[in-house]
């Protein structure tokens, strides 16, 4: 069967990359005792597919894969069982059987939403008129790892949300298509604001229907 | 002091900034995280690597799951951070903290160091300075933790005398809750006394007393050395008369059960296993080995017991590989009947099982045969040495012929890679001896291109032999740095012709640091201190310029000659800087068997004939009390009857002892 898992990244686990995640997913099926299926080949790789990398230092309430597995189980057994088996920052919180003929969930994703807090304080008026000067901008060429692109398309929205406490921050929804990906810490960079200063989690992950 | 919330908040603006931060963060399945404050005690337990290292080791998962299972105390852990980790930390002042609460070392009532080889000693004291802790243990008070260490390189504990304040000598499994349990007796006293309930007001040095008369607790504070005019030591004595003038190892007369839980990093580390000890100690008595002489009595676990630990433990972890250890698979009694039950209860479970140290002969490629192991893999053997004449020297005696025999068994069967490892600089070694590993490592190569073709490859390691206290070796002298250069440049010139031969060796320089350290007294202290300050650290992980910017200038500092660490010969009578400490292997017994090893005689293993080591006569009533099969020790039956036993083994193996070295003829 081809199931769907949605589940959260947060805490410690903010730190465990794309390629350690899948591992990490692996392992987890195995204490479950879930009947993960198995490429062929000299070096057998599990069917566990990440729907979109989050990068390091990210929490997320909203990550998704698919896993086939050699049996049909019940989509609630599947969470129960791994409930125990995960560390304690990934929770479970979906699990749906999907049809076996949909294309690879990689390719079905769209977009992503993100909310980033500020860890310092910032003037709530002065980042409002960068984020509205950037919203109206034609184009925004930035250069990333020496390749140029733009980055006024992949920015779907941008808000900036001033809590009743005073707290600012941001929410914004970015392309994440297959060579067309929006990076939370790009746009930040944009509008001046250290990453190091700011705390990003992806809420949703936003798919093709 | 730094609280954890504090802690987090500086982590997360630096970890982005290290490689793999995943090594400081914790949260991973199956570490323990306890309520701080409903523990009256709280251990801290290091391992002064990195976490990719220190992660796997299974004697602090057996102390730490020791700690936790108790009401009253919990335990967590830390590492060394990398140097990328540690500039960000000093220059954040953040304190080194442990993974799982976050909370700073300094916080803690106990930090326990482990300590397995000497090139972690600069780790250990980056890491209390990296903590806010006084380096050296005179400069502590009430206001900090306790800092103890144990491990294999506490076989001879004085050249970290000065900052460990107290050394649990031989196995940790009991002593350390009899160490939590005098802290809490020390602790709640002086409450009781002053009628304040703070568990940190005691006196320091009342507790350390306590400690001390525990058995297998060193403190070294309450001994002194006096040292000879030619610098040896003349003795090392308590300065007070309520601690023991020797200590003895602890050992547990039953092995605990393994533990299952074991910890799974949420990062790739350097073994992603799960390893169940199925036997300690070894009854071989390879000279070399100072593991085999210091883990003594071979005590053996029930092979059902193997079993169902290494499954509950690869169903808790998920990982893809079992490591059945001990210093010596073959030599485990039940070795067929626990291969074929492995195999049996993971038929069909991906899962890769290692049994290291197998005996060169052919029962043992049927036992990896029957672990149907990835022929990809290689198979490793240890002849450790490529001359019959050497081999009986270090008491690991095997002819050519069953090298030669086995390896083309093994090439025959399929597997296209052996792993040979050799040594160099064993005593009385000569330049024929390093050209018997050329000669050797070529005809089985040979032999196996005969036997299977072309495709056989052969990888041979050579390290350097470092005399280690407390084994038959322990006298002898170490071989020279310019001797290594010359018998490393002979391998090279010789086995790297050959495109299917790979050669690995070991640094000199790392070679000669663990030499200094391994049987250096308490000025040594001095020595590591001086290099620590001139920026040694992770030596283990083999930087030859700072044997020169920070060791050579840290000896002459000091005034003390490297070479009287290394290149002496020590006198038959001279009295080692270990002396008061002991791992029950009596000093008798190894002089005798290091002028044994002179005249080129061999001992067989001591299950079959026991040569009175020591081991008995010192755990008579822990042998009586657990009879039958697992010690591989023979029985003790009456008190009396221990004690004539004894009387009689000793006078028979009283060796001669005064005899001048010169002219043993080396
Ligand atoms: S007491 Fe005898 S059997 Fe036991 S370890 Fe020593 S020599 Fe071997």
């Given at each position: 069967m081809r199931a769907r898992i949605t589940f959260s990244k947060q805490g410690a686990l903010r730190y465990t990359g794309h390629l350690d995640l899948h591992r990490l997913w692996e392992r987890a099926m195995r204490r479950a005792d879930l009947p993960l299926s198995y490429s062929l080949g000299f070096h057998p790789q599990p069917k566990i597919s990440l729907a979109a990398a989050l990068p390091l230092g990210f929490s997320s309430l909203g990550e998704v894969l698919d896993v086939r597995f050699n049996a049909e189980i019940p989509t609630e057994e599947i969470a129960a069982r791994l409930k125990d088996s995960l560390p304690p920052d990934i929770k479970v919180t979906g699990v749906e059987s999907v049809d076996e003929r949909e294309p690879a969930l990689q390719t079905q994703v769209l977009s992503a939403t993100y909310d980033a807090h500020l860890t310092e304080p910032v003037d709530g008026a002065d980042l409002m008129r960068r984020v509205e000067e950037m919203l109206m901008a034609e184009n925004l060429p930035r250069e990333r790892r020496n390749k140029s692109y733009d980055m006024r398309p992949l920015i779907e929205i941008l808000n900036v949300i001033t809590e009743s406490d005073g707290e600012v921050w941001l929410q914004m929804k970015l392309a994440a298509r297959d060579g067309a990906t929006g990076r939370p810490e790009e746009v930040l960079d944009a509008l001046g604001?250290?990453?190091?200063y700011t705390r990003v989690e992806r809420t949703r992950l936003i798919f093709q229907r | 002091m730094l609280n954890p919330e504090q802690i987090e908040a500086k982590l997360d603006r630096i970890l982005?900034?290290?490689?793999?931060?995943?090594?400081?963060?914790g949260g991973e399945l199956n570490s323990t995280l306890k309520d701080w404050d409903k523990a009256q005690t709280r251990v801290a337990f290091v391992f002064p690597d990195i976490y990719d290292i220190g992660i796997s080791n299974v004697g602090l998962k057996i102390l730490y799951d020791q700690i936790n299972q108790r009401d009253d105390a919990l335990a967590e852990r830390a590492y060394a951070p990398w140097t990328d980790m540690e500039a960000l930390m000093r220059e954040h002042e953040i304190p080194l903290y442990t993974l799982e609460s976050k909370h700073a070392l300094a916080c803690f009532d106990l930090i326990g160091f482990t300590l397995p080889y000497e090139t972690l000693y600069t780790n250990a004291l980056n890491i209390l300075d990296l903590a806010g802790i006084p380096v050296r243990s005179a400069d502590r008070d009430e206001t900090h933790p306790i800092i103890i260490a144990g491990g294999h390189s506490a076989t001879n504990p004085e050249p970290m005398h000065a900052f460990i304040d107290a050394f649990a000598i031989g196995e940790g499994e009991e002593v350390i809750h009899d160490i939590i349990n005098t802290i809490q007796r020390v602790k709640g006293q002086k409450s009781k006394v002053d009628g304040d309930l703070r568990p940190s007001t005691f006196d320091r040095n009342d507790l350390l007393l306590a400690l001390a008369q525990i058995p297998g607790v060193y403190v070294p504070k309450f001994y002194e050395t006096t040292y000879l005019e030619d610098g040896t030591v003349a003795h090392t004595q308590p300065t007070t008369p309520e601690v023991p003038k020797v200590v003895n190892k602890r050992i547990v007369a039953k092995l605990l059960p393994p533990p299952l839980k074991f910890i799974v990093p949420n990062i790739e580390v350097v073994h992603n296993r799960v390893s169940v000890e199925i036997m300690r100690g070894c009854t071989r008595g390879c000279r070399f080995c100072q593991a085999g002489m210091i883990t003594r009595p071979v005590r053996e676990r029930a092979v059902q017991e193997v079993v169902d630990a290494a499954d509950a433990a690869v169903r808790s972890t998920g990982f893809e590989e079992l490591a059945l250890m001990s210093l010596s698979s073959s030599d485990y009694t039940y070795v067929n009947e626990l291969v074929d039950a492995i195999s049996k209860r993971f038929e069909g479970r991906k899962l890769t099982v290692a049994l290291p140290s197998l005996r060169i002969e052919s029962v043992s490629i049927d036992l990896m045969d029957k672990l149907k192991q990835h022929r990809s893999g290689g198979f490793t053997l240890a002849p450790?040495?490529?001359s019959e004449r050497m081999r009986k020297i270090i008491n690991k005696f095997i002819p050519d012929e069953d090298i030669i025999n086995t390896t083309r068994d093994i090439y025959t069967r399929g597997w296209t890679t052996i792993k040979l490892y050799f040594m160099i600089g064993h005593p009385s070694e000569t330049i024929e001896d390093v050209q018997a590993i050329v000669d050797l490592s070529k005809r089985v190569l040979a032999e196996g291109r005969k036997a299977a073709g072309w495709k056989v490859k052969l990888n041979v390691g050579v390290s350097t032999f470092v005399p280690k206290p407390q084994t038959p070796f322990q006298w002898v002298s170490c071989d020279t740095r310019e001797n290594i250069l010359e018998k490393q440049a002979l391998l090279k010139r010789q086995l790297l012709k050959d495109k299917n031969i790979k050669l690995s060796w070991t640094k000199p320089e790392d070679t000669l640091l663990e030499a200094w350290l391994t049987r250096g007294d308490r000025r040594m202290a001095e020595v590591i201190y001086s290099a620590w300050k001139r920026g040694?650290?992770?030596?283990?992980?083999?930087?030859?310029i700072k044997v020169q910017t920070a060791w050579l200038p840290a000896f002459e500092e000091h005034g003390l000659d490297p070479a009287f660490y290394t290149h002496r010969q020590r006198r038959t009578d001279e009295v080692f800087p270990w002396e008061h400490i002991t791992a029950a292997v009596r000093k008798n017994f190894l002089f005798q068997d290091f002028r044994q090893s002179l005249e080129g005689q061999i001992r067989m293993?001591?299950?079959?004939?026991?040569?009175?080591?020591?081991i008995l006569p010192t755990f008579a009533s822990l042998r009586r009390e657990n009879p039958g099969e697992g010690w591989k020790c023979p029985e003790v039956k009456s008190p009396a009857k221990v004690k004539s036993e004894k009387l009689a083994m000793v006078s028979e193996q009283l060796p001669v002892v005064g005899g001048d070295f010169c002219e043993l003829n080396w």
């Open positions: 604001i250290e990453p190091e | 982005l900034k290290v490689q793999k931060p995943g090594r400081y963060v450790e040495a490529a040694a650290k992770f030596d283990a992980w083999g930087d030859e293993d001591c299950r079959l004939n026991c040569y009175a080591c020591g």
